[in-house]
């Protein structure tokens, strides 16, 4: 019992750090420029345990460990048991061009997730991680033929998040098929501003545009796990997410102001506004397959692909330029001991190791945005218990100084605790 009700103290504060997390999510301290385009700086949505190896997801299932990725890795959990995970993210980033570079820094709450069976057949997990991230403040300076020195100014804020049911259904002792519903919820708020520094008598501009976003959208999953001798175990997986319309709110203004590049002193007219305008974004299609081999609690080695028809995108029927995007992973993890005896500590520890590479949906000045990341981490296990802490790292790359663009150089630390009980036998006493 007095397990149970030290986990049960863990999973109330991470509880209470996800209502905060839900509260403050628009607040978060992102500072990516490339967060602009789209719906923003799209977020991981994965565990410490999948992001420590590349982030691959689609094949992999755990008895202990939550896969939001695919709906049907439910099924590895046990039949009595109560997984709970949650994580804390934080990025330590540098922006760098040909002329100047700045520092970035964020901690946020990472995933909060839930694990239960409902029957042997039918496994469940619920959880909220961020779907995207809002975060910049770029003053552009240039000098224009016939008007002179211009300011542009970029600011913007918020994000969307992800709410998830996920089902697994075991239709087969090899074969598992899931079914993700999502509720995406959050606002951002992008903004535009033009003065003139160096004349009295033009007025400056300000854009401002506030969207809210709030629908249902589905995604599906399949995994298959065959036992080919010499306790192995080959597993593969897919994901399938259809286009879909997400219901979203727009309010639009754009005014005249007295200030100047960075501060507003005094609006003077509205140009032109569109206030509550109710309108869509475009979710793309998705597909995402994987692969794995394990060998018991020893090792594992897999791989993922994922696909995006980002160039689908629209928000209130606009395109925004974007180009289908691409993400390779490959990553494993190690276990030096394997069954039988005690062993020491770092005999129990998990090690794990990945690498990824991304082609995002950004291509800027007829150059593409690339992102590439190699991920370590620790599985540490707690005493008398099946529970563990996990650590993730990733040390990655973004864009390019190339044709005045910008290069994001970053180490992004994950902190997750997961933690598995047996919840659902009556206890017995003499």
Known sequence: MKNDKSALRIILVFFIIGFLFIEGQSQIAVNSPYSRYGVGDLATRQNAYNYSMGGISYAISHPRFINPSNPASNHAFDSLSFVFTGGIASQLGRLR????????????????????????????????????????????EQVLEDIGATDFHYLGSGGLNEFFLNLSFQVHKDLALGLKTSYMFGKAQLGRLVSFPDSAYMLNTRLDNYIEVGDLFFEFGAQYNKDIGRNLTLGLGAVYMPQQQIKATETY?????????????????????????????????????????????????????????????????????????????????????RTGGVGSYFENVTYRLGLRYNQTY????????????????????????YSSINLAVEIGKRGTTAFNLIQENYIRFTLGVSIKETWFIKRKYN
């Open 97 to 140: 061009t040909d002329e100047t570079t700045s520092d970035s820094e964020y901690i946020t709450l990472g995933y909060l997730l839930f694990g239960f069976p409902i029957t042997h057949w039918l496994k469940s997990s619920i959880g909220i991680t961020p779907y995207s991230n809002v975060g910049y403040n770029i003053i552009d």
């Open 253 to 337: 203004l754009a005014r005249t102001y007295f200030g100047d590049a960075t501060s507003v002193g005094l609006f003077k007219d509205t140009i032109d506004s569109r206030i509550k305008n109710q309108g869509n974004l475009t979710l793309p299609q998705k597909i995402g397959f994987g692969i794995m081999l394990r060998k018991g609690n020893n090792w594992m080695v897999g791989a993922d692909y994922e696909w995006q028809n980002w160039s689908k995108y629209k928000a209130f029927g606009v395109t925004d330029s974007l180009q289908n995007s691409m993400r390779f992973s490959l990553g494993g993890e190690y276990k030096p001991k």
């Open 362 to 385: 950004l291509n800027l000045r007829n150059t593409k945005i690339n992102e590439f990341g190699i991920s370590f981490g620790l599985g540490l296990p707690l005493p008398r218990s």
